[in-house]
Each structure stands twice: as structure tokens, then as C-alpha cells.
């Protein structure tokens, strides 16, 4: 069975410092891996996506996410936060076999000004 | 781009009434889906859709039923509802190894 893990629920950064929210998955086969982002009230977007290839991908708002196999990570990173990308993030993952996307817990980010 | 359309936003209805939510894609996706988010609880899915008239259940079925008469519009559906199911309510519909899924922009429903 798929499942993904999001460690953090919550995290506080302060504006301009760099993030790094953490995502660990279990899938038996190549995953495929995404990263959306919920700002309040609305639904989810997608940030970026991983299927094959090189294992750093970069994604809109300046959000970047590296695909580590060993560690079964897909850590989404950000080299300076803006107060606007305070919101929920979540990690999915999914294969080419299915259709089903399973999603982690979600981790909300809040920015300090 | 995808786009997928709820067709409220903000809902408030009374206990035992039937409850109708609906969601509209326009890009010709097979697949449709239908969540619920809680706080700490994340997203679960409820239902879900491979084709018209084709409908599977997810990991919280319980109380709701769903309908696919076309391919574009999938509904969900709450026979009686309860204060239990005051929630936020996405639709999605994609496929894992095109895009992913696109989200429509959520109902919040209120069960008073």
C-alpha cells in the first residue's frame, strides 16, 4: 500500500528565511511524486511534480523539490519566503499503474514577518 | 488549463436534508474525485469515478452516495445530512501520470 508522511503539521518561518518541508513516502514501484499548495478557503495547486529524470525539480512560485530514493524523501525546498506563501502544503504520491493519489497529512506553514 | 468547477462555495443547510454538491470539469478526465478535509485530519477521499456511471467507493463512504451521468459532472451526494458532516468539501479529477489531479476551489458546508 502507498502512504505518505508530512513529519511537521505546523512550521514558522520568518520572511526572507529559507524552508525546507519534509515529505517521506512508501510505494512499491517508481513513484510518481507531487507537491500542492492550499491557500485558505480554496482548493489545492499544484506546486510541482516528479515523474522520472533529473531528481530536482522546480516548480512555480519559486519552489523547488529534490527526489531522494534511498531516503524515499521529496523534500520541497524555498531559498527565501515570502509572507504570501504562508498556506498548506501537501505531498501525494501516485504510480503510472493507477490512478489514485494518496496524500500526507499536510504541514501549514506560517510566515513571520 | 483544467479547470474544475464547484458549483458553491459557501452552503448552509439544516440536519436530515438532502444535499446535493456538484462539480464540473471541462477537459474530458475519465477520473473524478471527491474529498473531505478536517483539520489534523488532512484529505479523505469519499468517492471516486472512472467513468460514467462507473462509481468506486473511497475510505469514508459512509452517508454520502454520488452520481456520474456525464462524463463532466460528478456529484456528491449527502442523503440526510448530519452536523458531522460540516466539513470542506474539493472535487478533483486527472490522472496520476499526466498532471495530477486539479482541485476545484472547494465547498464549505455547514450542517446546522
Given at each position: 500500500?502507498?502512504?505518505?508522511?508530512?513529519?511537521?503539521i505546523?512550521?514558522?518561518?520568518s520572511?526572507?528565511?529559507s524552508?525546507?518541508?519534509?515529505?517521506?513516502?512508501?510505494?512499491?514501484?517508481?513513484?510518481?511524486?507531487?507537491?500542492?499548495?492550499q491557500?485558505?478557503?480554496?482548493?489545492?495547486?499544484?506546486?510541482?511534480?516528479?515523474?522520472?529524470?533529473?531528481?530536482?525539480?522546480?516548480?512555480?512560485?519559486g519552489?523547488?523539490?529534490?527526489?531522494?530514493?534511498?531516503?524515499?524523501?521529496?523534500?520541497?525546498?524555498?531559498?527565501?519566503?515570502?509572507?504570501?506563501?504562508?498556506?498548506?502544503y501537501?505531498?501525494?504520491?501516485?504510480?503510472?499503474?493507477g490512478?489514485?493519489l494518496?496524500?500526507?497529512?499536510?504541514?501549514?506553514?506560517?510566515?513571520?514577518? | 488549463?483544467?479547470k474544475?468547477?464547484?458549483?458553491?462555495?459557501?452552503?448552509?443547510?439544516?440536519?436530515?436534508?438532502?444535499?446535493?454538491?456538484?462539480?464540473v470539469?471541462?477537459?474530458?478526465?475519465?477520473?473524478?474525485?471527491?474529498?473531505?478535509?478536517?483539520?489534523g485530519?488532512?484529505l479523505?477521499?469519499?468517492?471516486?469515478?472512472?467513468?460514467?456511471?462507473?462509481?468506486?467507493?473511497?475510505?469514508?463512504?459512509?452517508?454520502y452516495?454520488?452520481?456520474?451521468?456525464k462524463?463532466?459532472?460528478?456529484?456528491l451526494?449527502?442523503?440526510?445530512a448530519?452536523?458531522?458532516?460540516t466539513?470542506?468539501?474539493?472535487?478533483?479529477?486527472?490522472?496520476?501520470?499526466?498532471y495530477?489531479?486539479?482541485?476545484?476551489?472547494?465547498?464549505?458546508?455547514?450542517?446546522?
Amino acid at each position: 500500500a502507498q502512504s505518505v508522511t508530512q513529519p511537521d503539521i505546523h512550521i514558522t518561518v520568518s520572511e526572507g528565511a529559507s524552508l525546507e518541508l519534509r515529505c517521506n513516502y512508501s510505494y512499491g514501484a517508481t513513484p510518481y511524486l507531487f507537491w500542492y499548495v492550499q491557500s485558505p478557503g480554496q482548493g489545492l495547486q499544484l506546486l510541482l511534480k516528479y515523474f522520472s529524470g533529473d531528481t530536482l525539480v522546480q516548480g512555480i512560485k519559486g519552489f523547488e523539490a529534490e527526489f531522494k530514493r534511498s531516503q524515499s524523501s521529496f523534500n520541497l525546498r524555498k531559498p527565501s519566503v515570502h509572507w504570501s506563501d504562508a498556506a498548506e502544503y501537501f505531498c501525494a504520491v501516485g504510480g503510472k499503474a493507477g490512478n489514485m493519489l494518496t496524500f500526507g497529512g499536510g504541514t501549514r506553514l506560517m510566515v513571520k514577518p | 488549463d483544467v479547470k474544475v468547477t464547484q458549483s458553491s462555495r459557501y452552503l448552509v443547510k439544516r440536519t436530515g436534508e438532502k444535499v446535493f454538491l456538484e462539480c464540473v470539469q471541462d477537459m474530458d478526465h475519465e477520473n473524478m474525485f471527491w474529498y473531505r478535509q478536517d483539520p489534523g485530519l488532512g484529505l479523505r477521499l469519499i468517492y471516486f469515478s472512472y467513468d460514467v456511471k462507473m462509481k468506486e467507493k473511497g475510505d469514508i463512504p459512509e452517508g454520502y452516495s454520488v452520481s456520474r451521468e456525464k462524463k463532466e459532472r460528478f456529484s456528491l451526494i449527502l442523503e440526510s445530512a448530519s452536523t458531522n458532516q460540516t466539513s470542506m468539501y474539493l472535487c478533483a479529477s486527472g490522472t496520476v501520470a499526466n498532471y495530477g489531479y486539479t482541485f476545484g476551489s472547494g465547498t464549505r458546508l455547514t450542517v446546522v
